[in-house]
């Protein structure tokens, strides 16, 4: 099993920055990727940023520009710098990790709880 813990979120008015950070923990896997979605209410969720080995950088359409995913593979952590924030950014924020377990090599994607983001007008 691997636990996957959020920080950060909260308010702040348009244009503002916020940062949420990631980190990820478990026995017998090895983690290749990180990631961070979000789902606003009434929509799916949606891929914001992702993280995976080899320095693959995948960035949602809508925030490309604005957000920064960095990752540190040696902690297992990621965090999500946003800057330029807009009110079309408000949802809860989901970090993910998959992790690849030792013995059988399956590969599993686990998720945070999720942590607020509220971006006024």
């Known amino acids: 099993q691997v636990r996957v813990v959020e920080s950060g979120g909260g308010s702040v008015q348009a244009g503002g920055s916020l940062r949420l950070s990631c980190a990820a923990s478990?026995?017998?896997?090895?983690?290749?990727?990180m990631g961070w979605y979000r789902q606003a209410p009434g929509k799916q969720r949606e891929l914001v940023a992702q993280?995976?080995?080899?320095?693959?950088?995948n960035y949602g359409n809508s925030v490309k520009g604005r957000f920064t995913i960095s990752r540190d593979n040696a902690k297992n952590t990621a965090d999500l710098q946003m800057t330029s924030l807009k009110p079309e950014d408000t949802a809860v924020y989901f970090c993910?990790?998959?992790?690849?377990?030792?013995?059988?090599?399956?590969?599993?994607?686990?998720w945070g709880q999720g942590t607020q983001v509220t971006v006024s007008s």
């Open positions: 993910s990790a998959r992790a690849v377990e030792h013995m059988t090599a399956r590969t599993n994607d686990y």
């Open positions: 478990g026995s017998r896997v090895s983690i290749v990727a």
């Open positions: 993280h995976a080995d080899g320095n693959n950088v």
